[in-house]
């Protein structure tokens, strides 16, 4: 059982490149999560996937695209990287995304560290 | 809508002392309250977290953290810190909506010294 995966761990890519981060979950969860985490800011919500076919739009959409290819994976696309978009990548999943908070726990990846020259 | 404070950017504690870490929020209703930690290079892994009930919750490695609605209040502690303890910690909350509701707060640096 390993949780959720995140491939590739660091990568560098030039401005106007484009890249997909993959992420995939082992426990049969319902609901994934794609944050970003920049220095002196909190995690914040680029997508999310409530189930197996629907995606939506969190705090941060602008110039990312998803994927929920299974209910194992959700991969996160950026068409053309900016600088901005440096940051640390965080994928994570739930059973349920609606309600159940409290019966619930987020699990987290490991991250993967994008540089955006 | 809804926010967290960490008022400490860093915090350094001394091996064995007593560990407090503050959190505020600001939120109309009854919150879903939720402490992470970050160790260096990893993801974020739940400590514990507050929906109803006791306001004192207890969470893993020894943490807890207690609600305290009449300050807008979440804050962790432990009674003695271990080396091991030094990372990042992350208040959050959220609605009942689900955690795609969820706002973290700019999180608190823990150094512990030997």
């Known amino acids: 059982n390993a949780g959720v995966t995140q491939t590739p761990k660091f990568q560098v890519l030039k401005t106007g490149q484009s890249m997909t981060l993959q992420c995939a979950q082992d426990m049969n969860h319902n609901s994934m999560y794609w944050y970003r985490q920049d220095p002196g800011m909190g995690l914040r919500l680029i997508y999310y996937s409530a189930s197996e076919g629907t995606t939506d739009k969190g705090e941060v959409p602008n110039g990312y695209n998803v994927s929920r290819l299974n209910k194992r994976e959700f991969s996160l696309r950026l068409e053309s990287a900016a600088p901005s978009q440096t940051s640390v990548y965080f994928c994570?999943?739930?059973?349920f995304g609606i309600g159940g908070l409290g019966k619930e726990t987020q699990y987290f990846g490991p991250g993967t560290r994008l540089l955006v020259l | 809508a809804q926010s967290v404070t960490q008022p400490d950017i860093h915090i350094t504690v001394s091996e064995g002392a007593s560990l407090e870490l503050r959190c505020n929020y600001s939120y109309g209703a009854t919150p879903y309250l939720f402490w992470y930690v970050q160790s260096p290079g990893q993801g974020l892994q739940l400590l514990l977290k507050?929906?109803?009930?006791?306001?004192l919750v207890q969470g893993i490695k020894g943490f807890e953290a207690e609600f305290k609605r009449s300050q807008s209040s979440f804050n962790l502690r432990k009674p003695s810190v271990h080396w091991s303890d030094a990372a990042e910690y992350f208040c959050?909350?959220?609605?009942?909506?689900?955690?795609?509701?969820?706002?973290f707060g700019t999180g608190t640096r823990l150094l512990v010294s030997p």
């Open positions: 994570a999943s739930t059973t």
């Open positions: 507050y929906f109803s009930g006791d306001t």
């Open positions: 959050a909350v959220a609605k009942n909506t689900g955690f795609q509701k969820l706002v």
